[in-house]
């Protein structure tokens, strides 16, 4: 996502919506009295929707829109390349959030999300939470 001011943004299916309603809306603010002026704008412009299953080509570089964990929202996971796998939670050995393991369920989807994000082939495995990260990270989240 990012802020900065007024231009034209491309989101995920769904994602336009979501970051207008209350959970979003209502975390976007709670940073915003926790951090004050060190957040950015959030995005003004015309926000387009790339449907799930497509792929778009930007600056020819490929990126395939895949649904992502079912635990998650958007549900989206993004192959950028054929070599980098973005997806909401980047794939870390130490750090999970709540909502990865919250319940059977949850912890389910997370395996099967880790499961595609390594038969996708990609090589490098990114995410809007936490840094960049190998295949050897999400081997760790899959069970022995």
Known sequence: MGGTGNHEVVMAEGMPQFTKGEIYGGMM???AQAFGDALTDMPTGKASEVAFGTTQTWAGVPFEFRHGATSDFP???ILIG???YYTHWTPAKAHVSHLQVSSPAAIDAEIAEAEKSLASGAELFIGGHGGAAK???VNSKLPI
Do not use: I, L, Q, V
């Open 82 to 84: 054929g070599k980098a």
């Open 135 to 137: 295949r050897d990270a």
């Open 29 to 31: 603010k709670g940073f």
């Open 75 to 77: 549900g989206a996971s």
